[in-house]
């Protein structure tokens, strides 16, 4: 049943894939939007597509127009942005399809018909379309990877880290991965650390949910799970600094405990990325 708030989701499609986002997956962005009951009103994502190289690379032209039909059949509207070639002076050529402002545009005339906006993009040229946005009366949320601006995580309502949602972003070596279960990978934060006793916690989302805002595992209402985590599992780079920064993101295995009922120790604890900028 919906709860009445009306959706509108935008994607910087390029933005996202060239920081950390690469291969994300819609229909699990998708799920992740209407986690609350919500009206999913709008579904926007911004791609670049190249005709000059389609041309010559017939294999680049099938999986591009391939993967946008899939992303089609999940209910998205694409907005394609046709690379565009620049020539320096000294002959150097750069390419270009920037959907900034078809996005912002787009966000600004539909916002009369939304209660809140799902931005997804990390660049901080989306500033005054958020604040615009919240005086408009929407709420705005943001989904981001890596080098996601500070200043838009600060404005906006909500951050999210896409490395965080479950099967948002695959495990490129585990293809069969069944995040939250024992034996699968997924990623997660450090909430406690015990530098003296060698060990700590770390918190893993488990589920898509509304109650994404209960963050204490010990609450029966939260989503999240604490895994306990010995020092030996760690990787050689990630040391107490990183561990105690909840801008680090850490990949690592679940496993069964011995000692704790239905609970989970870590395995395998590496660094996956750290929010920047």
Known sequence: M??????????????????????????????FAARTGGELLRLNTYMAFDSERARE??????????????????????????????????????????????????????????DQVLLVTGDGDFLQVVNALQNHGCRVELIGFKNVSRQLQQAV???????????????????RNDWGKAGSC?????????????????????????NLWITDPRDEGSPYMSVFCHANELAED????????????????????????NGFTASNVRLATTLNR
């Open 186 to 210: 997924v990623r997660g934060v450090c909430s406690k650390w015990f530098t003296d006793k060698g060990y700590g916690f770390l918190r893993v989302l488990e589920r898509i949910s509304p």
């Open 57 to 114: 690379d017939h294999e680049y032209a099938k999986k591009a127009r391939a993967y946008q039909q899939m992303v089609r059949d999940f209910g998205w509207k694409i907005t394609v942005k046709h690379v565009r070639r620049y020539t320096d002076e000294n002959g150097n050529v750069t390419t270009k399809a920037n959907a900034d402002l078809d996005m912002a545009v787009d966000a600004m005339l539909q916002a009369n018909t939304l």
């Open 238 to 261: 990630v040391n107490e600094d990183l561990l105690m920064n909840r801008e680090t993101i850490l990949e690592f295995y679940l496993n069964e405990s011995e000692q704790k009922d």
């Open 157 to 175: 309502d909500t951050f999210y880290s896409g490395y965080l949602i479950p099967e948002l972003l695959p495990i490129a070596y585990e293809p």
């Open 2 to 31: 919906s709860c009445g708030v009306r959706v509108g989701v935008f994607v910087d499609a390029e933005n996202v894939r060239y920081n950390g986002g690469y291969q994300m997956r819609y229909d699990v962005l998708r799920r």
